[in-house]
């Protein structure tokens, strides 16, 4: 379990390595050479990729190598086009003057991360257990946070120290461990296959008719991904208006806030296996409410420095507990054989309800203030933690298989 727990992380982590150079680092970086706050806001759109990544994820279910392994046959040339895509930045040492190609490159560099993933979540949806899925996926959120922290934070520090050049050629060589873990993967032979294009593309419908699925996805991810999402992307504007400066904005939105969700990731894996998923996202939804009524006095206008840090690390670390049971329970409904898919389907659906939360949560701030916003967030958490116990309640076994044999188990050799 170890060998696995290892290879899913150094995945997890290189995968989100860019993620966070392009979101935080680049944006700051692009700010800082005077790039509009118009443009920067397109940069965002790159990210719009992800919740697609279902639209072909059912590619990498059907096809794949039996010899080199299924997923490892995907893997290996993804991880070695994210290294080359970030190395491809490298003669844009002024990327606000050559803004298209590094928008472009970044494009490309994100649709290479959500096929990533697609391949990555397969190979662990195969091979943890039920008891083992909550470590498993507290890895998985756990780096998504230290990918932002790295990609984000120190790069962006070995930027205004050294340059272009040796940033990007740092999220290179970091990008580049995963290259090697993939390399050195062996992969435990799939047993059922996927017989067809027709077969895995109708994966992403069959998936809603196992017992309590078209509950938890439309009833329980809607309720607590809206209600998390209205609130945080209030966060960067009510700190604006709160008079913080862009670089304060970055830094703890960007790198501070980040820490306690890794370890918030970590700590809720461990407990997901050991107490349950009721139990975890009961603990996730309290605080996740607790923390957003906490921002109150942000959204109000009121931002000292240490109590809105504070407000904001614990918003971070119960919104991180949530996601790691919401991202459970979908691994618990997604199939051998069509795990890519089926995963991918159901985690596509709580992303796209937090786009259109942020949306709308803006949009409706402008209109009746922040305040009315971050508590009607309060409410819908709080309805989906109701819903979510419901579920796990008439649904207490997981509705899927075990893992992989152990004797098949997947890991690097050595």
């Not at 709080?382 to 207490?396: D, I, K, T």
């Amino acid at each position: 379990m170890k060998g696995r727990l290892g290879t899913l992380t150094a995945l997890y982590v290189t995968q989100y390595l860019g993620i966070g150079f392009i979101t935080v680092g680049l944006t700051a970086i692009l700010r800082d050479g005077g790039t509009s706050l118009d443009t920067l806001a397109l940069l965002q759109f790159v990210g719009l990729v992800w919740p697609l990544k279902f639209l072909w994820a059912p590619l990498l279910d059907r096809y794949g190598s039996r010899r080199h392994g299924h997923y490892r046959s995907w893997l290996l040339p993804l991880q070695a086009g994210l290294v080359l895509s970030l190395l491809a930045l490298l003669p844009f040492a002024d990327p606000t003057r050559q803004l298209g190609p590094v928008v472009a490159i970044c494009a490309a560099y994100v649709f290479l991360s959500a096929t990533q993933d697609i391949a990555v979540d397969a190979v662990a949806v195969r091979v943890l257990s039920e008891g083992t899925r909550g470590a498993g996926n507290g890895i998985q959120v756990a780096a998504s946070y230290l990918g932002n922290l790295l990609g984000g934070g120190a790069c962006v520090l070995v930027y205004d120290r050294y340059g272009w050049v040796p940033a990007i050629g740092l999220l290179a060589a970091l990008t580049a461990v995963g290259l090697v873990v993939v390399w050195r993967l062996r992969e435990p032979e799939r047993v059922a296959r996927v017989a067809g294009a027709g077969q895995a593309y109708r994966a992403l419908l069959s998936v809603f008719g196992q017992p309590g699925c078209r509950w938890w996805t439309f009833g329980v991810v809607p309720l607590v991904y809206t209600g998390a999402g209205a609130a945080y992307a209030l966060v960067t504007p009510a700190l604006v208006d709160s008079g913080w400066s862009l670089a304060r904005i970055g830094v703890v939105t960007g790198v501070v806030i980040s820490a306690p969700a890794i370890v918030a990731g970590l700590l809720a894996g461990v407990g997901v296996d050991r107490f349950g998923r009721g139990r975890l996202l009961v603990v996730g939804g309290a605080a996740l409410a607790v923390s957003t009524a906490l921002l109150l006095p942000l959204m109000n206008g009121r931002a000292p420095l240490g109590t809105t840090v504070a407000a904001l690390c614990c918003f971070m670390a119960a919104y991180t507990v949530a996601n790691v049971v919401l991202y459970v329970v979908n691994m618990d409904y997604s199939r051998p054989e069509t795990g890519g898919t089926d995963f991918t389907v159901l985690s596509s659906f709580g992303l796209i309800c937090s786009f259109v939360a942020a949306s709308i949560g803006l949009a409706a701030a402008d209109r009746v203030g922040y305040p009315a916003v971050a508590v009607a967030s309060v409410v819908l958490v709080a309805l989906g933690v109701v819903v979510g116990l419901g579920h796990q309640r008439r649904f207490r076994v997981a509705p899927t298989r075990t893992a992989e044999p152990a004797a098949q188990s997947v890991g690097v050799p050595g």
